[in-house]
């Protein structure tokens, strides 16, 4: 009964936590949806999310695209100036001075609208001012509230800016290949920082998950894999993260037709230390069999220049060749 | 004499820090209130601090509820700015111009509050304006006080809505059923993640705290369970937490009514790691003999739908129903 | 010649380093300067640093005082205007609209003065404006110089109040008394939170610094001291900390004559994570023998209310009491 | 096959790590470039990062210098208000009140430019406002523009001055010396805190980079050298960060042209927890044998003064003196 880890549940790094218990990812045995994969390229869980999630503006404004957020913000800018110019239609457009003859409501909502904004913005040009109570209140208000958007528009923007963003690229592909001179295989993909921003100390681990059949019904499987080097400090050029196929590997012994039966997926994540934000950064991906390539191998992605310059082409992150000998 | 962990006591993975030192939750022996629970359902502490505790405005401004910070927040608009427009009308408001003829105290206050609000918020139609020397100084301090609050608030939204909050959802209830097909019973309870955002490196820790008769007197006492796995990488669906009642839980041998007489407490603390706000978040909750049902199992939560996407229902966390078979 | 910890020095936790490494504390043993103290009450270094620090203004205007910083604020906002006055008045307050006739440079930079604290802080009613391109030109970069200081003030005020703090509380004194039952000695002080806030996973760490002679001169040195629990996951109540003086504390054996010739210190080190503000937070402090009393004992700091409620009361954290036996 | 630290890779205190995994800086053994150091002096990589790098211009706001960040300020203020202005004319400054005669282009360009900063900076005198309904909508974009402009300016300086920068200054020059009364030699360099904050929990890590022939062909080794200390838990003083060259070091044996003929580089890693940001900072540099001093030694930096008070003098840490005998 006793699992390892127990005594100090918050440790994250207890050297007895058993593999069986390292390599759950949360999903259970339950999942067999065949063919679905469990973690998308972008990293997200391929899981819808239903009944009474808690809804959360400030995440969802944090996290939607640029575009849909600038909308959301001029969207909200008219409305919100709609609804203070139809309040002082109601009460009147004669409680600001220079109102127009007002022949008509649209004029007046018109003219309210602009005064809204004029007051909501404290721009405040005095062309056009309350002269009542009644009109100087909710132009109280109408400032009230434009500064308070205006100090959460703030807010949104910083946290949208500096929300730390892991900028680790990984490669589109996958490769199962012989590991350097040794009779095993090894499954074998990359990563590169995309930025000039300092990652250090990044960890790396794999886990790979397969369905297999147990007493009859498809149950899916999963396991840690172990890998070459699962830690680097500094991250300068590309790190090829390496998972050399011996006995311990799932993997071990099957041909290519035995690891596609088996609908791996092979789910990596990294966490890394990123010097901009100071804070610790996750990246994940996954790759399936369709993004798996037998016997190739990564292209060299740094050279020396001319003057001895050691440069990083980025693109070639993607690149695999044909194998025909070590590089 | 020697404890473990003291070596390095900066060390939250002491991996030799002794069952006893792990399952003190800094409550002591002392507290025997019978029947009162020592922490609550939304994981606060059951205990009154009195005395020169510190105050803090921030802080409470930050924790308090949204109705309540917006109610402080109109309040000390309007009390702010009250307070300007009496010293306006202390100097005379004919040291601005468009003052009224001003029959009444009352009137002038309204036009200088007005006037004081169109300062405050910046805003400065012009319509009226300070032409002394006093009403300048008055007003220059009006702006910047109202520039200063303006610039707090703004800190006080940003930080209101960053602070990261665990979505997790506990269940409502904890269940004692048999383990699997073992001879043992088993304690469970089980959390899901309410938002869509990613929770990854997740670790349980579950205390349990009874009463018990120490030489004559009740003395509370505290004990650390073990679980069957305290920790998961990822947290895409639900996580039951399992503690075996094995030959060294405190609840090992007991029947239903000896455990309800121990009125024991299951206190749960989970820590995670938050990708959106790239922060640990911590959530804790507790059980006491009342949440707790005997012979119940948690429904599914989780089910394909036609396409084979995995729907998980968020409500179904609470769902227990009596025990037939195994699931 | 081979120090433990040296394989993995980014690990806080090495289960290998020595004790002669743990308790340093980086003052090395040159710094004999009797009757002095390394730490003040306060935690920070009794230590003058000179020549060429880096001076961080912002460091300077998160720590300094609320007064001295609202002082600085407003201190920024004369002179800065005053500035932009002078070089109204400069290029001739004529080229701004309302401006007086002008009988005395006094009156004009008084009229220039207002005039730029209008511009700076947007007010701008409009009863002054710049008429002229120069008057303008000096307006725009007004505004803009107002606008970015208000910036800067907004992230100054949210930085002076989302710097965390610990909010714990140190014992003004520390005890020496027997332990327990135990044949033994003990040193004893205790912390307590002072706010409702929750500070979860705290961790201890005593350090003792004592004169000692070594081949003539005399030499500062430095030893861990092993606490009876040296953490705790839940911090509801006060945590009185103890070290046992049994034969491996540098205090063995020594009666309170000899401990005082020692001329000790004892450095306390605490740290909590503060689900506040989502962070660590440090708390540290020191006793001398000044403060600490022989066969004294702490007085309880809680009790159960009328309701079973328990009762914090905080001020009771410096209360002694001669020792008659024990709580 | 199997490598230490695989059971947790997310542990960053693997006890078991090997020390080739761990001096692995990432660099691999492809970077031969002679005579280039890998890391500068100020710790950034000696590497160039071509084609689809993520530009991020919130990172390279935050991060270029503050006269290039103040200027790029200024450039966005005039443009942007230039392009309104431009539209201004476009639709014909007569829709704006107070509008010149307007005989020339370029007296209307002014005109408007100026109301648009008006606009923009949300000052609004009103000598000048929109009297169309385009104008208006100008001015509300305008206004709107400049408000969320001024908001990612705030964010922008917050980002700037908040993030966290590592105070430690490296010593310019590193000594090789005889280390104590010991036969062996050592490597030392030392660092020093500039600020008053107090930088706690210190850990260092040295990895030396040499070049060596493997069959033939140049390569790059790496290792990680033995410090005599990796930690300090407080740094009031300066830390000699000592490597004792000892039979496990690289550079046993070895005389000073054999050591310049490895051309090697020491790279020295930092890390601090710092508590005015709350933060792990970390610092980095590196030294090649032109930094390194045969039979120097390092000035004591710090002395007591006529009040026994002890005085750190910082510009001392550059210091070093030819060897006579130990200080």
């Excluded at 949360?26 to 063919?35: M, P, V």
């Excluded at 070459?228 to 311990?248: A, G, Q, S, T």
């Excluded at 041909?255 to 994940?284: C, G």
Aim: aromatic content about 14%.
């Amino acid at each position: 009964m006793k699992l390892s880890g127990l005594k100090n549940p918050f440790n994250r790094s207890s050297s007895k936590s058993s593999s069986e218990q390292e390599s759950d990812l949360g999903f259970g045995t339950g999942i067999t949806t065949a063919g679905q994969r469990l973690i998308n390229r972008d990293g997200s869980f391929n899981i819808v999310r239903r009944g009474m999630g808690a809804w959360r503006p400030y995440q969802s404004l944090v996290e939607m695209s640029w575009t849909h957020f600038l909308a959301v913000v001029a969207l909200f800018y008219i409305a919100t100036n709609a609804l203070f110019a139809v309040t002082f239609v109601f009460i009147g457009v004669d409680s600001l001075s220079g109102a127009p003859a007002g022949y008509s409501l649209a004029e007046d909502f018109v003219f309210a609208f602009f005064f809204s904004i004029q007051t909501f913005t404290t721009v405040g040009y005095g062309a056009i001012s309350p002269t009542s109570p009644a009109s100087n209140i909710i132009a109280s208000i109408d400032a009230l509230v434009g500064l308070m958007s205006f100090a959460l528009a703030t807010g949104l923007l910083f946290a949208r800016f500096s929300k730390p963003k892991a900028s680790i690229l990984f490669s589109n592909s996958a490769v199962i290949r012989p590991y350097k001179d040794t009779p095993y295989n090894s499954f074998q993909f990359q990563i590169v920082n995309r930025r000039n921003n300092r990652l250090i100390n990044l960890l790396a681990k794999v886990t790979i998950s397969w369905v297999e059949d147990m007493n009859g019904e498809k149950a899916r499987r999963f396991a840690l894999l172990e890998l070459e080097r699962d830690r680097v400090f500094l991250f300068p050029l590309n790190w090829v993260i390496v998972h050399v196929i011996d006995k311990d590997s799932p993997l071990w012994g099957k041909n290519e037709e035995e690891i596609r039966a088996m609908e791996p997926e092979f789910i990596a994540l990294i966490q890394a230390y990123d010097e901009t934000f100071a804070q610790d950064v996750h990246a994940n991906s996954s790759y399936t069999c369709d993004e798996v390539w037998w016997n190739r191998r990564f292209e060299r992605m740094y050279f020396p220049d001319e003057n001895g310059q050691t440069i990083l082409e980025l693109e070639r992150v993607h690149h695999i060749v044909a194998l025909e000998e070590e590089e």
